[in-house]
């Protein structure tokens, strides 16, 4: 699999982080953008599944998922997604 960060050792840029929330509506391009950033930047599980969900279905769906896992507790959201 061809990364989109190239070598994984290159600093994540701004630009990197602007496309993971660019859906291009190809489903398979982007979670693999959203997991190659995912492991750039060495999220956790739990941000690392929110990353996916922005980066395919955008960002109100992930947070919206943010929240439901949390039973709606936004503290308990943000003590898990920081």
């Given at each position: 699999m061809n990364s989109c960060f190239g070598n994984k050792n290159t600093t994540v840029t701004e630009k990197d982080i602007i496309s993971i929330l660019k859906p291009t509506g190809n489903?398979?391009?982007d979670k693999q953008r959203a997991e190659e950033y995912a492991d750039a930047v060495k999220m956790d599980s739990a941000n690392r599944k929110m990353a996916v969900v922005m980066a395919t279905q955008?960002?109100?769906k992930a947070a919206k998922q943010m929240m439901e896992d949390c039973g709606g507790d936004y503290f308990v959201m943000r003590s898990k997604y920081g």
């Amino acid at each position: 699999m061809n990364s989109c960060f190239g070598n994984k050792n290159t600093t994540v840029t701004e630009k990197d982080i602007i496309s993971i929330l660019k859906p291009t509506g190809n489903y398979s391009l982007d979670k693999q953008r959203a997991e190659e950033y995912a492991d750039a930047v060495k999220m956790d599980s739990a941000n690392r599944k929110m990353a996916v969900v922005m980066a395919t279905q955008g960002p109100a769906k992930a947070a919206k998922q943010m929240m439901e896992d949390c039973g709606g507790d936004y503290f308990v959201m943000r003590s898990k997604y920081g």
